[in-house]
């Protein structure tokens, strides 16, 4: 399977960067995750928005292949190699700051930004969305910049391996007494007919699922507000559910070991799972160039 990077297609085993990338030493640097269905990539233009948004408030040069034609191309070409343009699978894009002597402070101007991109297949986890998933809540350390999607993962990871050791899917990250998001997904709660989820601000990441989920929500008539849910609400909920480009909707049965709702996947998360679905395979087709 091929990788690209910087400017060329090269095998995955030999794609190699400097110990001094300032990704690798800093984590200073961005990603993105695109859901790819049958060779399409959904929300295309909302992934590349926020990768460039980015860029822009991390101050990165900002490279020639962050457009919307240049990824399209890009994920055609890696789809193509590892014969994935059927089915599912997932494109990976990352921009680090590139390559320079470690100091703190940004390298020279000119320095080239570091560009990965992958592929991957994907098998959504089907049977999971009619059980429901568990999760357990874990304290939210992060920074007050988790609207930026940054590759410095280490709180998420951190997280969401507690869930892994607890045998639970995610965890649900609380920060003040309010629950902002999961590791690597959105959350949601319906209380009273209403879907709750954490305004996009500084303390969560604006999921490109989590809009599509909201304008699906408006369309089915569902009333949204973006207000959080507290840990203290949370156990009286109605329905729960995560959003993600690798989640979709997934609803939560399970927090913590209490049950939430009713112990099964809800009306609302299911009507929305549905939606989302539709939504998906109407993604349209890229085209090889
Ligand atoms: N993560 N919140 C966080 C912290 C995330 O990392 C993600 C996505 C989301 C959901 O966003 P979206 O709907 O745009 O995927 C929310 C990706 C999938 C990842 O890190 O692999």
Known sequence: MSVYLNGSYVPRESATVSVLDRGFVFGDGIYEVWRVVRGGLFEHERHVRRLVEGAEALRLTRPAELSRRALE?????????????????????????GVAPRTHHF???GTPPTVFAMVN??????????????AVTVPDVRWHRCNVKTIQLLPNAMAKQQAQERGALEAVLVRDGVVTEGSHTNVMAVVGGTI???PANELI????????????????????E???????????????????????VMPLVRVDDRVI???TSGPVSRALIAALHARMDATPVSKIE
């Open 73 to 97: 191309t890009m994920a055609a070409r890696l789809l193509a190699d590892a014969g994935l343009q059927a089915g599912e699978a997932t494109f990976y894009v990352q921009v680090t700051r």
């Open 226 to 248: 973006e207000r959080p849910v507290t840990l203290d609400e949370l156990w009286g909920v109605d329905e729960l559910f995560l959003t993600g480009t690798t989640t979709d």
């Open 205 to 224: 990441l604006a999921g490109v699922t989590r809009a599509v989920v909201l304008e699906l929500a408006a369309e089915l008539g569902i009333a949204v």
């Open 121 to 134: 297949p994907f098998s959504p986890p089907e049977a999971l969305r009619v059980s429901g998933a568990t």
């Open 261 to 263: 709702g009713g112990g």
């Open 107 to 109: 390298p020279p101007e």
């Open 196 to 198: 709750r989820t954490h």
